[in-house]
């Protein structure tokens, strides 16, 4: 990692002649996106600043255009979306005027789909995030001289909004093409990448022996070229694959090592989401009071709908547990409210397990509705606790058996300990 940043430093200072601008530019954006992966927002904000300062002209304004992309993802990863949008407007007004030739020019409008996409993401709106983005592919289709890491990277970003929707055939597409495209240009650490986040849409599905595999892959990676954006969220990722097995002391462990991570290198996103995983570890291990204390905090300091539908479940079974049945019930409809609003099917499924829990005279019908979407998305852990909850009200063994031997194939079945059809276990909850 040093060793690279060395040489691109030193090759930046050996193009400080006008008429080498472009190679100085390309070479401060490499080092950009070295120092966003190590974790160094600050530093890679001012790379950014350096070359929009550079009055780069023709198609060298892409590289502007890139850097300018990885500082609003730079500016997401620090929860600060406001600076984020008023640097896209910027962007979007200054777009007209950048005078490109024709193939740089799809190529810039496409960038712009995804920089909107990415931001409709972050506030919630899925299916116009989706739309957006692919708006931007079909853009490209035109374009003859496309640098194929350029859409590889929006295949890879378009399949993490299908991943967020529950669409998982469109996001393993994606996620499959961005790494054969990767894999094509022998660039080790993006494949890693992308296999990362492909190890989120099979953990979703509840292939946790291959996610955490993938998982495994992609951390090993982050380690050995020191990225420690990345290092930091699979570690978070595999404490999810663990607390979905029903591991928690082990998952709260990574989770506290993602949080130290994340403290360390500023990057409060994965800050927080480590945080609030965390407290779903703390309710698993019978600390609800503990998980409360994080999670009612919480809910004022995210702009991210999804989020804060998951937070709201975790509040619900918190409440819950603690005999506070009212707020129990509140924080439920208002989970299921925000999936309804941000078109969230996994957050659907969880919301209505989640009311089922709290309204025990309609569970029934809530549970059937839960477990029609589970199959239909296939996420397994969801079918098995529908139909563990469907055996216990209905006092039906047959029901139970079919849950337990689900979570047994997926290696889960930690959740069943102590349980049984007249106490059912509280089988993970998150979208």
Not at 192 to 203: D, E, K, M, R
Not at 239 to 261: E, N
Not at 267 to 280: C, K, W, Y
Not at 284 to 289: A, I, M, V
Request: hydrophobic residues 40%; charged residues 20%.
């Amino acid at each position: 990692r040093s060793d690279w940043e060395g040489h691109l430093w030193f090759g930046t200072t050996l193009c400080e002649e006008p008429e080498l601008a472009n190679e100085r530019a390309i070479l401060l954006n490499n080092l950009g996106d070295i120092l966003f992966q190590q974790g160094d927002m600050a530093g890679a904000a001012g790379i950014h600043a350096t070359i929009s300062g550079m009055g780069l002209q023709g198609p060298a304004r892409l590289i502007e255009i890139s850097a300018t992309i990885r500082a609003i993802d730079g500016l997401l990863y620090q929860n600060q979306p406001q600076k984020a949008r008023l640097l896209f407007e910027e962007f979007t007004h200054a777009l007209p005027q950048m005078n490109l030739p024709e193939d740089a020019a799809i190529m810039a409008r496409a960038h712009s789909h995804f920089i909107e996409g990415v931001l409709l993401r972050y506030d919630g709106r899925l299916h116009e995030a989706l739309h957006c983005m692919t708006g931007g592919i079909e853009l490209l289709q035109p374009v003859t001289q496309l640098p194929p890491g350029i859409l590889a990277e929006l295949y890879r970003l378009r399949g993490l909004t299908a991943w967020s929707l529950g669409q998982y055939l469109q996001a393993k597409q994606d996620l499959r093409q961005a790494t054969a495209i990767y894999r094509q240009q022998h660039d080790l650490f993006s494949v890693s990448l992308a296999s990362g986040n492909l190890g989120l849409v099979y953990w979703s599905q509840s292939q946790l022996n291959r996610a955490e595999r993938i998982t495994r892959y992609s951390l090993r990676v982050a380690r050995q070229v020191g990225a420690d954006l990345q290092e930091i969220a699979q570690t978070g990722n595999l404490g999810l694959v663990y607390l979905s097995k029903g591991w928690c002391r082990r998952a709260k462990k990574l989770f506290d090592r993602q949080i130290s991570k994340a403290r360390e290198n500023i990057v409060t996103s994965e800050q927080q989401r480590g945080q609030d995983n965390r407290a779903l570890a703390l309710f698993h291990l019978g600390q609800p009071q503990q998980a409360l204390h994080h999670l009612e905090a919480r809910l004022d300091g995210t702009d991210n709908p999804v989020s804060q539908g998951d937070i709201y479940l975790t509040l619900s079974r918190c409440y819950n547990s603690l005999g506070d049945r009212p707020r129990a019930l509140l924080a439920a409809e208002q989970g299921l409210h925000i999936s309804h609003q941000t078109h969230s099917v996994p957050l659907q499924i969880v919301a209505l397990r989640v009311l089922a829990e709290c309204r025990p005279g309609q569970a029934v019908s809530l549970l059937e509705d839960a477990l029609a979407l589970a199959r239909e998305r296939r996420r397994g852990l969801d079918v098995a606790a529908c139909l563990l909850m469907l055996g216990h009200h209905r006092r039906d063994a047959s029901l139970w058996e079919r849950g337990r031997r689900i979570l047994q194939n997926y290696e889960a079945d930690a959740w069943l300990q102590g349980k049984s059809l007249l106490e059912p276990p509280h089988v993970i909850a998150i979208s």
